[in-house]
């Protein structure tokens, strides 16, 4: 009877122990099994994009964050501007567009979507030395098609007016002409392919007025940006519509077809409440 008693004890004993050993492998087999499915979530590629030159200090901002956060991936930026970065985009030969005006009807009509990431004043912008310090609606329609030619109709000292603009296909171009209503009709003495070169221009030249995006106007020396029927150009005044003279930067994508891993979670960074800090420093306005 204690001989079988006896031996029952040891049967248990060392079933306990295996269990206890089997229990300890199953807790290290699962270890791997969490590095595997970590390693499976890393993002690597890379996400190229394409258009407005407006959008160069928010698509910096967000990219170089990204990248920071993610190791693996790259983004790139090719500033083509709008008109440009739209059709690369429709033919499939970047994975986000940059718009710094809303989509056409026929763009739309293609597949092509646009989602806001942020609001631009466009500034109207005057060389330093120029003494008008606002200018109406109205009067800024006047002077860029021409029919208002002299500072000294505006109260300024005489001098002939210079109108700086952008090229054909620019989003800044498209968003001021169609709010201050001179589509087609501008008369510029210089036709710019890009933001940086209107400021130099109107830097240049104390009889010039131009028009740039508030993110790249913004604490520039040389120049100035008027207020536009008393309201100044800032992020307070876009956001809550007061400043007449803004358009949305979008991003743009084929709603036809599925974005890359990296693409898409670059997409999803950008469009969140997590990069609205990195957006007001570049200048624009959030609208997440």
Same mark, same amino acid.
Request: glycine content about 12%; overall charge negative.
């Given at each position: %009877? @204690?001989? +079988?008693? @006896? @031996?029952? %004890? ?18 290290? $087999? !699962? ?18 994009? +394409?258009?407005?030159?407006? %959008? ?45 005006? +809303?989509? @056409? ?32 609606? !109205? &009067? ?46 501008? =008369?510029?003495? &210089? ?27 913004? +604490?520039?020396?040389?120049?100035? %940006? =008027? ?12 956001? *809550? ?14 709603? *036809? ?15 969140? $409440? ?12 959030? =609208?997440?």
């Amino acid at each position: %009877m @204690k001989s +079988n008693l @006896k @031996k029952t %004890m040891c049967v248990l004993a060392a079933s306990a122990v295996l269990a206890l050993s089997l229990a300890g492998c199953g807790g290290t $087999a !699962e270890e791997p099994a969490q590095d595997a499915q970590t390693e499976g979530t890393t993002i690597s590629g890379t996400v190229s994009t +394409n258009g407005s030159t407006s %959008m160069e200090k928010v698509i910096g901002a967000l990219s170089e964050q990204f990248m920071a956060d993610n190791s693996g991936v790259t983004v790139t930026y090719d500033p083509t501007g709008s008109g440009t970065g739209i059709e690369a985009v429709s033919t499939g030969s970047c994975d986000i567009g940059l718009s710094s005006r +809303n989509l @056409k009807d026929e763009e739309t009509e293609k597949g092509l979507e646009g989602t806001v990431v942020a609001l631009d004043g466009i500034a109207v912008i005057v060389n330093e030395a120029c003494p008008v310090e606002d200018l109406s609606l !109205e &009067q800024i329609a006047s002077i860029f098609t021409g029919e208002v030619s002299d500072w000294s109709e505006l109260g300024g000292e005489a001098g002939a007016i210079a109108c700086i603009g952008r090229e054909a296909g620019s989003g800044t171009r498209d968003g001021f002409e169609s709010i201050t209503g001179t589509e087609d009709t501008c =008369v510029l003495s &210089q036709e710019l392919t890009s933001t940086g070169a209107v400021i130099e221009a109107v830097k240049s030249n104390p009889n010039a007025i131009g028009y740039a995006s508030l993110s790249s106007a913004e +604490n520039q020396e040389g120049i100035k %940006m =008027v207020t536009v029927g008393g309201v100044a150009c800032s992020e307070e005044t876009v956001l *809550d519509g007061s400043y007449v003279i803004q358009r949305p930067f979008l991003l743009v994508t084929k709603a *036809d077809t599925q974005l890359s891993e990296a693409a898409q979670a670059f997409f999803d960074f950008a469009t969140s $409440a997590d990069a609205n800090d990195l957006i007001r420093t570049a200048g624009a306005v959030p =609208v997440a």
